[in-house]
């Protein structure tokens, strides 16, 4: 029989990972770099993992979500990420149906009574 501790964070990483894109969308208003995001987001209560994170900001990237730029000033270099024009609207577009699945999900596990 598989422990219920287990089962629950499988469930529970699968959950976050499917969240994970909005989160680092909604942050991305203002320039940050990698470390500045993860610390940011837990701030906010969402744990990101680095290995997680910097893939991720390469993909929306690549997809023309974000913009990034060097910052050499520094005695470290930093790469800085911000929404593209375009993840602006694709995050509007997440925002919104966030909302509509939050509305649905109240919904339902209202229903069935919390789970128990």
Do not use: C, F
């Not at 942050?27 to 893939?55: A, C, H």
């Not at 991720?56 to 060097?70: M, V």
Request: net charge neutral.
């Amino acid at each position: 029989m598989t422990n219920i501790n287990e089962l629950t964070s499988g469930l529970l990483s699968e959950l976050r990972r499917g969240t994970i894109v909005i989160g680092v969308l909604s942050q991305l208003s203002e320039p940050q770099y990698g470390y500045s995001l993860v610390s940011l987001m837990e701030e906010k209560g969402i744990d990101v993992d680095p290995g997680t994170l910097y893939p991720l900001l390469r993909r929306l990237e690549k997809q023309g979500l974000l913009e990034s730029r060097w910052d050499t000033n520094e005695s470290r270099p930093r790469k800085y990420y911000l929404l593209s024009p375009l993840g602006k609207k694709v995050y509007a577009e997440l925002y919104r149906e966030w909302h509509k699945l939050v509305a649905s999900m109240n919904v339902a596990l209202t229903d069935l009574g919390g789970g128990e």
